[in-house]
């Protein structure tokens, strides 16, 4: 299992990392290709992300998972990021997912990919990968009829697709997520442990979810 390096949470500080990195990534290979997470937490970057106005031209956008509802639902992850950070999805490559089987063939075509935005759920969770529950598999996707909590279907990317990047970030505030934390780093098995990226793991926590760690 692969430790996460942590930081503190400061979106401001975490949007101007985004940007420079999509910089090396344009430099090295034409285009920055970046998984989005959603929930609360990640959407205060996204928003900082607007504010900065990236050139974002070459970026390439994917989501790590999306609940199974209507494009422009309100409880959909990319209605979202497309409400948070307008200007920037209208300049880049967007790809919100629409169909589980259309995702699986778009991913195969894309990865790897670059950077990968991950929260973490009470229970340990990641994207929509649950601890105990069932899964229907593609090649890149998995299909979730009984999520935890509404709606109970979901669709997300695996954890080894979720691998095949050179960075993954991780976003933990509140002291709700203390438990699942301590968890993690205790080396427990949880969704979230399954994610080994490449070359980096960072998690950008407050002292809210790790009282103990000293930034």
Same mark, same amino acid.
């Given at each position: 299992?692969?430790?996460?390096? =942590?930081?503190?949470?400061?979106? @401001?500080?975490?949007?101007?990392k985004?940007?420079?990195?999509?910089? =090396?990534? &344009? @430099?090295?290979?034409?285009?920055?290709?970046?998984?989005?997470?959603?929930?609360?937490t990640?959407?205060?970057?996204?928003?900082?992300?607007?504010?900065?106005?990236?050139?974002?031209?070459?970026? @390439? &956008?994917?989501?790590?998972?999306? *609940?199974?509802?209507?494009?422009?639902?309100?409880? *959909? +992850?990319?209605?979202?990021?497309?409400?948070?950070?307008?200007?920037?999805?209208?300049?880049?490559?967007?790809?919100?997912i629409?169909?589980?089987?259309?995702?699986?063939?778009?991913?195969?075509?894309? =990865?790897?990919?670059?950077? #990968?935005?991950?929260? =973490?759920?009470?229970?340990g969770?990641?994207a929509?990968?649950?601890?105990?529950?069932?899964?229907?598999?593609l090649?890149?996707?998995?299909?979730?009829?009984?999520?935890?909590?509404?709606?109970?279907? *979901?669709?997300?990317?695996?954890?080894?697709?979720?691998?095949?990047?050179?960075?993954?970030? #991780?976003?933990?505030?509140?002291?709700?997520?203390? +438990?699942?934390?301590?968890?993690?780093?205790?080396? @427990?098995?949880l969704?979230?442990a399954?994610?080994?990226?490449?070359e980096?793991?960072?998690?950008?926590?407050?002292?809210?979810?790790?009282?103990?760690?000293?930034?």
């Amino acid at each position: 299992m692969k430790m996460p390096e =942590i930081m503190l949470f400061k979106p @401001e500080q975490i949007a101007e990392k985004i940007i420079a990195f999509s910089r =090396i990534c &344009i @430099e090295k290979n034409g285009l920055f290709r970046i998984v989005l997470a959603g929930g609360n937490t990640p959407k205060q970057i996204y928003e900082m992300l607007e504010k900065k106005s990236p050139n974002s031209k070459d970026w @390439e &956008i994917f989501y790590g998972d999306e *609940r199974d509802l209507p494009i422009g639902d309100l409880e *959909r +992850n990319s209605t979202m990021v497309e409400k948070a950070m307008p200007q920037l999805i209208a300049k880049a490559a967007h790809f919100p997912i629409l169909s589980a089987h259309d995702y699986d063939k778009l991913v195969s075509q894309k =990865i790897p990919f670059d950077l #990968v935005l991950l929260g =973490i759920g009470e229970d340990g969770h990641t994207a929509s990968i649950f601890p105990d529950k069932t899964y229907s598999y593609l090649d890149y996707v998995q299909i979730i009829d009984d999520a935890p909590k509404p709606p109970l279907h *979901r669709i997300s990317l695996t954890a080894k697709t979720l691998n095949s990047t050179a960075q993954t970030w #991780v976003f933990a505030t509140g002291q709700s997520k203390q +438990n699942a934390l301590k968890q993690w780093v205790n080396g @427990e098995k949880l969704p979230i442990a399954e994610i080994e990226p490449r070359e980096k793991l960072i998690l950008f926590s407050d002292q809210a979810a790790l009282p103990n760690q000293r930034f």
